[in-house]
Protein backbone atom coordinates (compact mmCIF):
# COMPACT_ATOMS: atom_id res chain seq x y z
CA UNK A 1 0.00 0.00 0.00
CA UNK A 2 1.32 3.31 -1.02
CA UNK A 3 0.11 6.22 1.25
CA UNK A 4 0.23 9.74 -0.53
CA UNK A 5 2.27 12.56 0.74
CA UNK A 6 0.10 15.95 2.36
CA UNK A 7 -3.58 16.06 3.35
CA UNK A 8 -4.55 13.67 0.56
CA UNK A 9 -2.39 11.40 1.78
CA UNK A 10 -3.69 11.48 5.62
CA UNK A 11 -7.01 11.21 4.10
CA UNK A 12 -6.31 8.24 2.58
CA UNK A 13 -4.68 6.71 6.23
CA UNK A 14 -7.85 7.75 7.94
CA UNK A 15 -10.15 6.40 5.61
CA UNK A 16 -8.12 3.19 6.00
CA UNK A 17 -8.08 3.10 9.66
CA UNK A 18 -11.63 4.32 9.60
CA UNK A 19 -12.50 1.15 7.68
CA UNK A 20 -10.69 -0.94 9.45
CA UNK A 21 -12.40 0.23 12.96
CA UNK A 22 -15.72 -0.44 11.51
CA UNK A 23 -14.74 -4.25 10.13
CA UNK A 24 -13.66 -4.85 13.69
CA UNK A 25 -17.06 -3.48 14.76
CA UNK A 26 -18.75 -5.01 12.17
CA UNK A 27 -20.18 -8.24 14.66
CA UNK A 28 -21.51 -5.40 17.26
CA UNK A 29 -23.90 -3.86 14.69
CA UNK A 30 -26.23 -7.17 14.50
CA UNK A 31 -28.00 -5.81 17.40
CA UNK A 32 -29.15 -2.09 15.58
CA UNK A 33 -29.18 -4.33 12.51
CA UNK A 34 -31.87 -6.80 13.99
CA UNK A 35 -33.91 -3.46 15.89
CA UNK A 36 -33.87 -1.90 12.54
CA UNK A 37 -35.46 -5.12 10.80
CA UNK A 38 -38.38 -5.50 13.64
CA UNK A 39 -39.01 -1.55 13.42
CA UNK A 40 -39.34 -1.34 9.79
CA UNK A 41 -41.34 -4.82 9.75
CA UNK A 42 -43.58 -3.20 12.37
CA UNK A 43 -43.90 0.02 11.05
CA UNK A 44 -46.54 1.90 8.85
CA UNK A 45 -46.19 2.24 5.33
CA UNK A 46 -48.72 4.16 2.60
CA UNK A 47 -51.84 1.57 2.35
CA UNK A 48 -52.90 4.01 -0.95
CA UNK A 49 -52.00 3.60 -4.23
CA UNK A 50 -49.16 6.11 -5.56
CA UNK A 51 -50.10 9.01 -7.95
CA UNK A 52 -46.98 9.65 -9.67
CA UNK A 53 -48.02 12.33 -11.95
CA UNK A 54 -48.63 16.28 -11.10
CA UNK A 55 -50.81 17.29 -14.38
CA UNK A 56 -49.03 20.01 -16.30
CA UNK A 57 -47.50 21.21 -19.78
CA UNK A 58 -43.66 20.10 -20.06
CA UNK A 59 -43.28 17.62 -17.00
CA UNK A 60 -39.76 17.26 -15.17
CA UNK A 61 -39.26 13.69 -15.47
CA UNK A 62 -37.84 12.68 -11.89
CA UNK A 63 -36.73 9.25 -10.61
CA UNK A 64 -35.69 8.39 -6.70
CA UNK A 65 -34.08 5.63 -5.76
CA UNK A 66 -33.44 4.56 -2.35
CA UNK A 67 -34.02 2.61 1.33
CA UNK A 68 -36.70 3.50 4.04
CA UNK A 69 -37.16 7.16 2.64
CA UNK A 70 -38.43 6.45 -0.89
CA UNK A 71 -40.03 3.30 0.40
CA UNK A 72 -42.47 5.70 2.11
CA UNK A 73 -41.86 4.34 6.15
CA UNK A 74 -43.34 5.61 9.05
CA UNK A 75 -46.48 7.53 7.17
CA UNK A 76 -49.53 5.89 5.98
CA UNK A 77 -50.35 7.93 2.97
CA UNK A 78 -48.28 8.26 -0.62
CA UNK A 79 -48.96 11.61 -1.06
CA UNK A 80 -46.97 12.01 2.63
CA UNK A 81 -43.88 10.72 1.19
CA UNK A 82 -39.95 12.38 0.64
CA UNK A 83 -40.84 12.01 -3.23
CA UNK A 84 -44.39 12.93 -3.61
CA UNK A 85 -43.60 16.35 -1.17
CA UNK A 86 -40.61 17.12 -3.10
CA UNK A 87 -42.72 16.66 -6.90
CA UNK A 88 -45.16 18.79 -5.33
CA UNK A 89 -42.50 21.48 -4.77
CA UNK A 90 -40.52 21.25 -8.08
CA UNK A 91 -44.35 21.61 -9.77
CA UNK A 92 -44.90 24.39 -8.00
CA UNK A 93 -41.80 26.51 -8.24
CA UNK A 94 -41.58 25.73 -11.86
CA UNK A 95 -45.32 25.88 -12.84
CA UNK A 96 -44.95 22.93 -15.25
CA UNK A 97 -45.76 18.91 -14.51
CA UNK A 98 -43.78 16.53 -13.17
CA UNK A 99 -43.76 12.95 -13.04
CA UNK A 100 -41.77 10.22 -11.36
CA UNK A 101 -41.21 7.07 -10.48
CA UNK A 102 -39.64 5.12 -7.28
CA UNK A 103 -37.03 2.39 -6.25
CA UNK A 104 -37.78 1.78 -2.63
CA UNK A 105 -37.14 -1.12 -0.39
CA UNK A 106 -35.92 -1.03 3.08
CA UNK A 107 -33.26 -3.64 2.49
CA UNK A 108 -31.93 -1.86 -0.17
CA UNK A 109 -28.03 -1.49 -0.53
CA UNK A 110 -26.03 0.50 -3.25
CA UNK A 111 -24.90 -3.18 -4.31
CA UNK A 112 -28.33 -4.19 -5.13
CA UNK A 113 -29.40 -1.03 -7.33
CA UNK A 114 -25.61 -1.44 -8.93
CA UNK A 115 -26.97 -4.83 -9.90
CA UNK A 116 -30.34 -4.11 -11.49
CA UNK A 117 -30.47 -4.55 -14.93
CA UNK A 118 -33.28 -1.78 -15.55
CA UNK A 119 -33.60 1.41 -12.99
CA UNK A 120 -36.33 2.85 -15.18
CA UNK A 121 -33.86 5.85 -15.80
CA UNK A 122 -34.70 6.46 -20.12
CA UNK A 123 -35.98 10.23 -20.59
CA UNK A 124 -35.31 11.00 -16.79
CA UNK A 125 -34.19 14.69 -15.81
CA UNK A 126 -33.28 14.00 -12.26
CA UNK A 127 -32.62 10.62 -10.60
CA UNK A 128 -32.60 11.55 -6.85
CA UNK A 129 -30.73 8.47 -4.70
CA UNK A 130 -31.35 8.25 -0.75
CA UNK A 131 -29.60 5.17 0.19
CA UNK A 132 -26.82 4.12 2.84
CA UNK A 133 -28.73 2.77 6.00
CA UNK A 134 -28.69 -0.35 5.29
CA UNK A 135 -24.87 -0.18 4.26
CA UNK A 136 -24.13 1.58 7.65
CA UNK A 137 -25.76 -1.34 9.55
CA UNK A 138 -24.35 -3.97 7.43
CA UNK A 139 -20.49 -2.30 7.49
CA UNK A 140 -20.51 -1.77 3.75
CA UNK A 141 -16.57 -0.55 3.28
CA UNK A 142 -15.46 2.86 1.36
CA UNK A 143 -14.20 0.92 -1.69
CA UNK A 144 -17.20 -0.89 -1.86
CA UNK A 145 -19.64 1.60 -1.63
CA UNK A 146 -17.08 3.75 -4.02
CA UNK A 147 -17.45 1.20 -6.53
CA UNK A 148 -21.28 0.07 -6.58
CA UNK A 149 -22.05 4.52 -5.97
CA UNK A 150 -20.01 4.38 -9.56
CA UNK A 151 -21.69 1.65 -11.02
CA UNK A 152 -24.87 2.81 -10.23
CA UNK A 153 -24.14 6.47 -11.55
CA UNK A 154 -23.18 5.27 -14.41
CA UNK A 155 -26.31 2.76 -15.43
CA UNK A 156 -28.34 6.37 -14.66
CA UNK A 157 -26.33 8.64 -16.82
CA UNK A 158 -26.13 5.88 -19.69
CA UNK A 159 -29.23 5.42 -20.08
CA UNK A 160 -31.11 9.01 -19.05
CA UNK A 161 -31.57 12.35 -20.74
CA UNK A 162 -28.44 13.59 -22.19
CA UNK A 163 -28.43 16.82 -19.56
CA UNK A 164 -29.49 14.35 -16.61
CA UNK A 165 -28.30 15.33 -12.93
CA UNK A 166 -27.96 12.97 -9.93
CA UNK A 167 -28.60 14.21 -6.79
CA UNK A 168 -27.21 12.37 -4.30
CA UNK A 169 -28.70 12.37 -0.42
CA UNK A 170 -26.29 12.23 2.41
CA UNK A 171 -27.40 9.24 4.72
CA UNK A 172 -29.10 10.47 7.72
CA UNK A 173 -28.07 11.08 11.59
CA UNK A 174 -30.00 7.88 12.05
CA UNK A 175 -28.67 7.57 15.98
CA UNK A 176 -30.73 10.47 16.48
CA UNK A 177 -34.38 8.88 16.06
CA UNK A 178 -34.58 6.62 18.29
CA UNK A 179 -32.89 6.16 21.92
CA UNK A 180 -29.95 3.75 21.79
CA UNK A 181 -27.09 3.06 23.74
CA UNK A 182 -23.82 5.99 23.05
CA UNK A 183 -21.10 3.42 21.86
CA UNK A 184 -23.84 2.25 19.05
CA UNK A 185 -24.78 5.75 18.22
CA UNK A 186 -21.19 6.37 17.95
CA UNK A 187 -19.93 3.31 15.82
CA UNK A 188 -23.02 4.65 13.46
CA UNK A 189 -22.03 8.11 13.21
CA UNK A 190 -18.73 7.16 12.46
CA UNK A 191 -19.79 5.09 9.44
CA UNK A 192 -22.05 7.42 8.17
CA UNK A 193 -19.64 9.93 7.86
CA UNK A 194 -17.26 8.28 6.05
CA UNK A 195 -19.97 6.91 3.47
CA UNK A 196 -20.99 10.70 3.20
CA UNK A 197 -17.04 11.48 2.59
CA UNK A 198 -17.12 8.91 -0.36
CA UNK A 199 -20.36 10.28 -2.07
CA UNK A 200 -19.12 13.86 -1.74
CA UNK A 201 -15.93 12.94 -3.36
CA UNK A 202 -17.62 10.94 -6.13
CA UNK A 203 -19.17 14.16 -6.95
CA UNK A 204 -15.70 16.15 -7.24
CA UNK A 205 -14.83 14.33 -10.87
CA UNK A 206 -18.56 13.38 -12.13
CA UNK A 207 -20.36 15.83 -14.11
CA UNK A 208 -24.02 16.37 -13.60
CA UNK A 209 -23.61 14.98 -9.78
CA UNK A 210 -24.70 17.21 -7.00
CA UNK A 211 -24.24 15.97 -3.32
CA UNK A 212 -26.71 17.25 -0.77
CA UNK A 213 -26.27 17.23 3.07
CA UNK A 214 -28.80 15.94 5.64
CA UNK A 215 -31.23 19.01 6.54
CA UNK A 216 -29.63 20.83 9.46
CA UNK A 217 -32.55 19.75 11.79
CA UNK A 218 -33.28 20.31 15.62
CA UNK A 219 -33.99 16.47 16.10
CA UNK A 220 -35.34 16.96 19.51
CA UNK A 221 -38.47 19.00 18.23
CA UNK A 222 -39.31 16.34 15.95
CA UNK A 223 -40.64 14.38 19.01
CA UNK A 224 -44.02 13.62 19.69
CA UNK A 225 -43.34 11.98 23.21
CA UNK A 226 -41.54 9.23 23.04
CA UNK A 227 -41.96 8.43 18.68
CA UNK A 228 -40.35 10.33 16.16
CA UNK A 229 -42.19 12.25 13.58
CA UNK A 230 -41.26 10.51 10.05
CA UNK A 231 -44.12 12.42 8.90
CA UNK A 232 -42.23 16.26 10.06
CA UNK A 233 -39.13 14.37 8.42
CA UNK A 234 -40.31 13.67 5.20
CA UNK A 235 -41.68 17.31 4.64
CA UNK A 236 -38.00 19.18 5.88
CA UNK A 237 -36.18 16.55 4.55
CA UNK A 238 -38.39 16.68 0.79
CA UNK A 239 -37.26 20.58 0.98
CA UNK A 240 -33.56 20.34 0.75
CA UNK A 241 -33.83 17.55 -1.70
CA UNK A 242 -36.30 19.90 -4.52
CA UNK A 243 -34.18 22.84 -3.95
CA UNK A 244 -31.41 20.55 -4.96
CA UNK A 245 -33.66 19.27 -7.99
CA UNK A 246 -34.50 22.64 -8.96
CA UNK A 247 -31.68 24.39 -9.15
CA UNK A 248 -30.44 21.32 -10.72
CA UNK A 249 -33.07 21.39 -13.39
CA UNK A 250 -32.34 25.08 -13.84
CA UNK A 251 -29.04 24.77 -14.82
CA UNK A 252 -29.65 21.69 -17.26
CA UNK A 253 -32.58 24.27 -18.97
CA UNK A 254 -29.87 26.66 -19.63
CA UNK A 255 -26.75 24.06 -21.31
CA UNK A 256 -29.92 22.99 -23.69
CA UNK A 257 -34.05 23.17 -24.74
CA UNK A 258 -36.43 21.06 -22.10
CA UNK A 259 -37.90 18.53 -24.59
CA UNK A 260 -41.63 18.43 -24.04
CA UNK A 261 -42.60 14.62 -23.58
CA UNK A 262 -46.60 15.29 -22.98
CA UNK A 263 -48.24 14.66 -20.02
Not at 73 to 83: K, L, S, W
Request: proline share 5%.
Amino acid sequence: MVFQNGESGKSALRSFFVDVVVFCAHPLLRMPLALYKQEVNSGPFPADEPELVIAGSDPDHLLFIGDVAVAGYGVIEHGMTVASHTARLISHDRRRGCRWATIGATDLTIAKVGQMDDLGAADVDVAIIMLGIPDVLLATSSTRWAANLGTVIDHIQDRAAADCRIILAAIPPMGDFQDMPLWVRKLLTLQIHRLNQVTLAATLHRPNTVFVPFPDLRVGKMFVGDLFSWKALHQKWARVIAAATMTALDEADKTGPHLTRGD
